[in-house]
């Protein structure tokens, strides 16, 4: 069977494994979108480099083939998306997912409800790195992201046992990343 780890849980590992670093244990809000340990998750903060694709040549985007000069890259406090476009980012935290932990992530509201989505695959068990986090707008207008603050929760299943074969036994070729890391085949 398969459970949803709580703050307790999240907490103790955060402390004893480094599973999450930097490491905020209480909700932090005070005129931000808030992030830090929430009672069944963890809310994970956007670092201040992004990636915003640039439809300059009118390219296809073809994840088997991507081209780097698709991206414009900005460090900064916040980060204007372009109307129906998206941006590449980083957590300011660094993972450190257990053997036997699978870890999905789901948008903060305060940016859905701005039709900002922000979309992040399944952090599998043994894995670690920065995530890289994708915003998308989905609106006609240009929409703002803001460095620093909460971007996503991050939820933690514990599965029923170690699987045969993890992340870091497969040799994926995202492990240990760092920075804004862009799609590869």
């Not at 915003?52 to 083939?65: Q, R």
């Not at 999905?104 to 890289?132: D, F, M, Q």
């Amino acid at each position: 069977e398969m459970s949803v780890l709580s703050d307790r849980w999240i907490k103790k590992m955060a402390f004893e494994k480094e599973m999450i670093k930097p490491f905020i244990e209480k909700q932090k809000a005070s005129n931000n979108i808030s992030y830090g340990l929430s009672s069944f998750g963890y809310d994970a903060r956007v670092s201040n480099e992004f990636k915003i694709f640039t439809d300059v040549d009118s390219a296809v985007v073809d994840p088997k083939n991507f081209k780097k000069n698709s991206f414009v890259s900005r460090t900064s406090k916040e980060c204007i998306i372009p109307p129906n476009s998206f941006a590449l980012a980083s957590t300011v935290e660094y993972f450190k997912i257990p053997k036997d932990v699978l870890v999905i992530c789901l948008g903060k509201s305060t940016y859905a409800r701005c039709g900002i989505i922000v979309n992040v695959t399944p952090l599998e068990p043994g894995w670690e790195g920065h995530v890289t986090l994708e915003f998308s707008n989905t609106t006609p207008s240009p929409a703002k992201i803001y460095a620093y603050e909460g971007a996503a929760q991050f939820i933690f299943l514990q599965g029923n046992e170690e699987p045969e074969i993890n992340y870091a036994q497969r040799n994926g070729k995202y492990m240990k990343q760092t920075g804004v890391t862009l799609p590869k085949v």
